[in-house]
């Protein structure tokens, strides 16, 4: 009987454990789905618990979906969070990213931006003693804990936005002095989706180049090129770190839109998700500067040049989609009018980018048709917005420098902070970090805060403007 009762028994355990089994796999499964698809994202894994897991669902028009959750075991608070999301999402982001002030100390930059303003000496000496300069031994020892390096230098590790996270950017930074004010741009200008090479010149001591590596192992999107050329202005050596940083980019990321290079004396007059929003009305046009008329002289046996290219003059600062970049790095007629700049013309970083670009019949994604000649801002046919450039010397370029004038450029101070307000371009060219640290600070506060108004919703942007111009509804295909 009791043999019986055993088998019974036995019998109802396994029949139990059949009818529980499939439930039990299937929520496993879904479990586990919703943790490995965010694996990818490692910005929001915990050691601990898994916080704020993200999964990305293209089916329901591409909402990033916030989970909250401290237990594995608890399958249905997940489910029930999804009915939170919009708020939660906001919330968490906002408390993650925007909970620190990014305002400098001593000066008020609202006030600083709003007119020109003398700065008070005594508070101008209290601002310097209370920001010590970071040395390359400070960087040395605070990225061996690039946890605790990424938070306290406030880098923002999450796209923000769906449109930013579809349309990641290529930059290249190269750079020779000041590592502190070089990762001061690259905290500003970073994203998780975007991509980062820098080059250091030859000519800068091992410590600096130590410091700089050591930053970029602390991000999977920042690497720094093994390669260091000793740059010299004139020569094809101000081209060839951009060559080896667009080749390195285009091998390294297949998703990346547009390509930008910067120096480590720029900086951006743009969010990153204003920079995508007028890199997508550019809509595949390529944004350099070009002159004829005032290229007359450079290069030697113009007619012996190959393909048939008219030679043009222009900044080696662009902001190009990967189309250019393949081509420049790709194809045998860029190399053959490389190879003969190289040979044939003073300065030839300033006519390779723009003859590819001002010679439609090569046939380079995103190249001019129609005349070449920059125009001011004010002209729609082709203004050069890549990068704001004060020059000394009377042109379309020329105003006000309120900094000081440093080999014909103007090296922005506190006083032209009214002016970089309203700059329509992307970029501006430059600064020195522990000249004007006021000026500097204040960008930094000032792209931040519009960054945080962007994600609350407080500020609006409209590229509209930067799809009208000619070079971007007459271009090549």
Known sequence: MSSKIYFDCRKFIIILFMICIPYYLYFLKFSYFLISEHTLDKTYINTTSFRMIEISNTSRRN?????????????????QTQIKEPKMQKQSITKTFFSRSRNIPIFN?????ESITILDVSLYVRFLNKTPIITPQNYMESTRNCSSFITDRGYITHHLTVEE???????????????????????????????????????????????IQNVSHCFDNVFVLNKRVNVKWGEMSVLEPELLCMKELLTRNKRWKYFINLTGQEFPLKTNYELVKILQAYNGSND????????????VNKTSAPHGIRVTKGAVHVAVSRGFVEYAIYDQRAHDILTWMNKSCYIPDEAFFTTL??????????????????????????????R??????????????????????CVYG????????????????????HTFPVAYGCMEE????????EFQGKRKFNASWYSTFDFVTNKVE
Not at 109 to 113: A, G, T
Not at 289 to 298: I, N
Not at 415 to 421: A, E, G, N, Q
């Open 63 to 79: 909402n990033r979906i916030k989970y909250y959750r401290k237990s594995l075991n608890k399958v249905s608070d997940m489910i």
């Open 109 to 113: 930059c609202s006030r600083l931006f």
């Open 357 to 386: 670009n001002h010679n439609p019949h090569l046939g380079v994604p995103g190249a001019y048709k129609g005349h070449p000649e920059t125009t001011v801002m004010a002209n729609s046919r082709k203004p050069y917005l890549a």
């Open 414 to 433: 506190h006083k032209d902070l009214p002016v970089l307000r309203g700059r329509r371009e992307l970029f501006a060219n430059k600064f020195h970090l």
């Open 446 to 453: 000032l792209i931040f805060n519009r960054t945080r108004d």
């Open 165 to 211: 996270r579809n349309f990641p950017i290529a930059f290249s930074i190269l750079m020779y002095k000041d590592v502190d004010q070089v990762e001061r741009l690259l905290r500003t200008i970073y994203r998780p989706q975007n991509i980062y090479c820098i080059h250091v010149d030859s000519k800068t001591d091992d410590a600096l180049y130590s410091a």
């Open 288 to 299: 350099v500067e070009t002159s004829v008329r005032e290229f007359t002289t450079r290069c």
């Open 388 to 409: 704001y450039k004060n020059r000394q010397r009377i042109s379309i370029y020329h105003s006000t420098c309120r900094g000081k004038w440093v080999r014909g450029m």
